[in-house]
């Protein structure tokens, strides 16, 4: 998964929640867009809409952006930082048995979700189903054994430790049907879970989600109009041919689409808009 963009209403204080909170680093900052991220990559664009509204909290777009961290100390770095700054955004904490997460919804109402995948070792799988659970992880447990004074250091100082990376996005849809006959059956992901009632998780190289759909908030939601949240979903395919061969699959199921030569760009039945890219590799010679 590449970056999660988001239109937002004031800008500097989104800016300063990703940072200082979050520990994310500020990229680049040109007028009225921000990207943050670690190191080269970048995880959440920030675009200044003041004159846009909230969606209503019923309506499709994003549940959470999910952001995943290298090692347990990253994460508890991180968690610890944005826990204490703004204490107020954290909304709870899960062991999934694949990965420990912890979430948050940051000024705006956008949804975000910290985690550390366990080694996929121990994963378990049946029949093409992930096992995952919603199990209570307890915080000030897990900070007392996985933030080290280097990471309370650098929290303290609005700093993050180790890479992350954008792991999964998880969108709120009006019905699942839809939402597996658009990310299955034409975009091309494999259901890895759909044994949650209002939920589908899906993902391409046997990892346990990149996306997931859930009605939890939004059943019978219709297509968003424009608003506050969500702009835009990045996902990164390997190559350029594997680029073109999703065109022709989507211009098969009749989805419009927009290319640039670079991207491929459509929205899913909700409006909420896709971009595909190939990921840059370096020439051989």
Sequence with gaps: MGAVTLR?????????????????QLLSHDGPVAVLGRGATPIVILAHAPELKHASPRSAG????????????????????????????????????????FYFTDPEGNGVELYFDRDRSTW???????????????????????????????????LGLGDAVVGHVHLSVGDIDSAREFYVHRLGFETTADGWPG?????????????????????????????????????????ADDLGELGE????????????????AFDDPWENLVEVRAERRPVVE
Excluded: C
Excluded at 83 to 95: E, I
């Design 8 to 24: 937002v209403a004031d800008l500097d204080a989104m800016i300063r929640y990703y940072r200082d909170g979050v520990t994310l």
């Design 62 to 101: 994003l549940f959470h952006t999910a952001i995943l961290f290298d090692s347990r100390e990253a994460l508890a770095t991180a968690t610890y930082s944005v826990a204490s700054k703004y204490p107020g955004t954290f909304t709870g904490s899960s062991d999934h048995l694949v990965s420990e997460a």
């Design 124 to 158: 378990s799988w049946t029949h093409g189903r992930i096992e995952m659970a919603t199990i209570f992880l307890d915080p000030n447990t897990y900070l007392r054994e996985h933030l080290g004074q280097a990471g309370a250091d650098a929290a303290a100082s609005g």
């Design 199 to 239: 939920a589908l998780f899906v993902s391409a190289g046997g990892y346990h989600h990149h996306m997931a759909m859930n009605t939890w908030n939004s059943a019978g939601a219709g297509r968003r109009g424009l608003a506050l949240g969500l702009g835009k979903v990045e996902i990164v395919v390997p190559t």
């Design 249 to 264: 699959r989507m211009s098969h199921y009749d989805v419009t689409t927009r290319d640039d030569g670079r991207t491929l």
